[in-house]
């Protein structure tokens, strides 16, 4: 069975350090691969998605950045966080063509302080 | 540009009332939608999808959510809550191919013994 990991659960970073989070999918190849943040209050936002090594595509402009080195690793990054940063970030995965669901990690909690 | 609405950001309820949550997207070409509950210190999961077919969808533990094109609607519901569906509820569309998705704000759901 497929299974995603997402860490760390919870991080506490200053204003101005970099960030790395990193998810991984185990049990399927090729999937796509999708980073959603919820701010206190709203919804879901999708951030980035990526239908394979190396191809990312943005939703929002933003302070983050994702890549993704191999098949099943998609990564989140920042150089310099920004207060606004603060939030819960989910990983989450989907087969590629029509009528599928997507899947998610446990997600991180961001504090940026 | 599409988007999910939720009508209700919190709701309480004793054990054994009628849950309704109301959802409402706007139209996107191809219709594929979704409830996704998060229960306390766990992971994003499924409730129930439609992608087509017959509009009243039976997800898991007792809950249905009907689809209703003409009021571009897919609201959830329970006949009677138990305490254990204490958690966030969110609506989800998949919009502009390769199943992002965008989501509703959610509900927090309370449900008292």
């Known amino acids: 069975s497929q299974t995603i990991h997402q860490w760390p659960a919870t991080l506490v970073q200053p204003v101005g350090s970099p960030l790395s989070l990193e998810c991984t999918v185990e049990?399927?190849?090729?999937?796509?691969l999708y980073w959603y943040r919820q701010a206190a209050g709203r919804g879901l936002q999708l951030l980035f998605y990526?239908?394979?090594?190396?191809?990312i595509s943005s939703e929002v402009p933003q302070n983050l950045s994702a890549s993704r080195p191999q098949d099943r690793q998609f990564i989140l990054s920042s150089k310099k966080l920004l207060l606004s940063d603060s939030g819960f970030y989910l990983c989450?995965?989907?087969?590629?063509?029509?009528?599928?669901?997507?899947?998610f990690g446990q997600g991180t909690r961001l504090t940026v302080v | 540009a599409q988007s999910v609405s939720q009508h209700n950001h919190h709701v309480i309820l004793s054990e054994a009332a009628s849950l309704e949550l109301g959802c409402n997207y706007s139209?996107?070409?191809?219709?594929?939608l979704f409830w996704y509950v998060q229960y306390p210190g766990q992971h994003l999961q499924l409730l129930l999808k439609?992608?087509?077919?017959?509009?009243l969808v039976k997800g898991i533990k007792g809950f249905e959510a009907e689809f209703i094109k003409s009021k571009f609607s897919f609201n959830l519901r329970k006949p009677s809550v138990q305490w254990s569906d204490t958690a966030e509820y969110f609506c989800?569309?998949?919009?502009?191919?390769?199943?992002?998705?965008?989501f509703g704000a959610g509900t927090r759901l309370a449900v008292h013994p």
């Open positions: 989450a995965w989907s087969l590629g063509g029509l009528n599928t669901e997507a899947f």
């Open positions: 049990g399927t190849s090729n999937p796509n």
């Open positions: 990526s239908v394979g090594i190396g191809q």
């Open positions: 139209y996107g070409g191809t219709v594929n």
């Open positions: 439609y992608f087509s077919g017959d509009p």
């Open positions: 989800a569309s998949v919009y502009g191919g390769y199943n992002k998705l965008i």
